[in-house]
């Protein structure tokens, strides 16, 4: 006879699996099973960790019993794992490492708590709980000789401010462990150690706010968004424009709506420390819960406020690309705030786009989802110019400011001091007017290289296919992928000389440069060197904010979202650091990244300057990055991309094989294409298959590195391919093999 129902349940487990399994449930737990709770079940001879997905029958078969169930409430809902599912599928990943991947780390520190019934120092309930030490003024303390230095500092500001962790008060004073035991010492400062709840932002106190009356643009914005949001469907919408022409305020508004239908908002954005300001204002604007989730959190910080949003308490969830995944409620709206950056693409493990999830969320729960950006995907402009996104259109900055002028700099011929000598006059110029400086530079470290004059001889990386960038501060070559380290040569390691000579400008040497041009100019850089520490972002952010400081250098991370009004000059160095790289994207990344640029300078009342240096002023990029034709750029390269077959016109999934022996490596590669081109023969249509190929970086952490590029022209052609692939296909071992669908990176 077979069993009932809620006997035999379904089962994915966190294993390299395309199958899910079956268990019975023994009758006292026969009750609790339910979808989303998580069980230990046996496997092989293991006992795993697996995720219930449903309920069965046995067939007839011989199923196994589970060990245990663990939580007390299910972890996911059936909405939930239905996006697991769609995710599973789409990008070729098991379910059971999707699910994995979309719960927070700390439940599994419970879970291997609850399996081995040993419990690690600092768990408690299922949690890490971190202590901090807090500081105040001692009480009577004013009697007291007073201190001087930064000792006087602290507690000026302590006995203003009362107590504050030891995390703000680096923030605030730097490294101030020793002046803080001398206090102590004193009994001027008493301490005390204290289980915190650690949010960076929610420490600071905020000035509530109201809505803005919105322009005519932001208001036809926010009419349709609206209509969606009554229709209560799902509808994808883009916002279009620049920086400061409106685009969080009507996030905002249309947001309150959602919160006034008693729906839940998710707002993605690409790098969570590095958007403090947009997350004030959301806390300024809302009184109903916030929940923010950065990569400031530790797991246990993580757990608990993914659980604050799994019991109802968040309204609205403010992160980056994993929130994708947070266990919201009655989703009335996702934003995808940047929509184009690629730090929506989780670029290993589970591969997946948070970007394009999140059209799939807002499908499967009927929400609005709100692509905004000024400089959208080459393919999201498509699918809005065919009608798959309603377009909404800001074309004004709020402030009437227009976008400033831009230049380009030929800098063909140029190196060393010539090549730094224009830009160099234009921050003297804008000293002269008291202006703000951003420089930008997409290196860091001092120089990309050094070779020997007398032997050609280049430092490299022993591990990975790149050259090693000199840091001056640490006076070492240092491989940005793996971290290998070595001191600086004296002499040529090739061949003994004296003639070695650095290449390359990285953002360190023009910060030494400035500084020794400008000595009495305030120099600050920020790139992942200086920024290292918590909050380092924050503190770089403030001074300029404070307009104490007067030329910034930094990387990528200067690009992104921050209002910076008191910048007039922007200077773009060496772009083509971001457009040589071999890869069908580079013109539209660096059409991006020029106009996000463009749209720093001159945001509060003084018009700005842009000047970038380029060895290709005829690139079309940049011809339309500074004339602000954004629809001329998007026209050429759609016909780009349409000559040489790439998306939106066509559907590209690769393969990355990696191995520690070259010809191994290689060999695979040859198989793998082979079964590829079978397959295809089998299946018919035109999915070309390119390569295989060395990968762009040909070795990364001693693993060399192969791909197989495939285009088809449509997707479900190319998806029928790779589960084929999947099904019928083993790699050798000491071989692995990965699938990334819809790549950023070629
Ligand atoms: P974006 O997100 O496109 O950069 P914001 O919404 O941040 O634009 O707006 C830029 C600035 O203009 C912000 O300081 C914001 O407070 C202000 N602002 C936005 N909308 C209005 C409005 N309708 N009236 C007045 N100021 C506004
Ligand atoms: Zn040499
Ligand atoms: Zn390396």
Redesign the pocket.
Known sequence: MKDSHSNIIEVAVPLPLDTTFHYRVPPELRGAAAPGRRVLVPFGRRTVTGYILGFGTDEGRELRTIVDLLDEAPLFTLRELELYRWAASYYLHPLGEVIKAALPAGINIQSRRGSTGHSGGELTGGRSVRTETVYRAAAGAMERPAPRGKGAQLLAHLRQAGETTTATLRELFGDCASPLRRLRELDLVESEAREVYRDPFREEAVEPDSP????AG?AAALGQIASALDAGRFAPFLLL????????????QAIARVVAQGQTALVLVPEIALTPQ?VN?FRRRFQCGIAVLHSGLSDGERYDEWRRIRRGEATIVIGARSAIFAPLERLGMIVV?EEHESSYKQGEGFRYNARDLALVRGKIAGASVIL?T?TPQVTTWHAAASGKLTLLE?PE???GMPLPPAELLDARGQRGETLLSPLAAAVADNLDRSGQTLLFLNRRGFATWLTCEECGHVLRCPNCAVTLTYHQRKNRHICHYCDYAIPAPSVCPGCGSGQVTLLGLGTEQVEMRMRERFPEARVERMDRDTTAGKGGHARILRRVAERKTDILIGTQMVAK?H?FPGITLVGILSVESSLNIPDYRSGERTFQLVTQLI?RAG?GENPGRVLIQTLTPEHYALTHAVAGDIEGFYATELAFRRDAGYPPFTYLAVFYLTGTSPSATEAESDRLAAHLRDLRAEQGGRIEILGPVAAPLAKLRGRFRWQILLKAPNRSALHRLLLRNQRTYAPSSGIRLHVDVDPVDL
């Open positions: 803005l009356p919105l322009n932001q424009g620049v920086t400061g022409s409106g685009k969080t305020e009507v996030y905002l947009l204002r705030d905004g000024a800001l900055r709020v402030n979202g209002d749209g945001r």
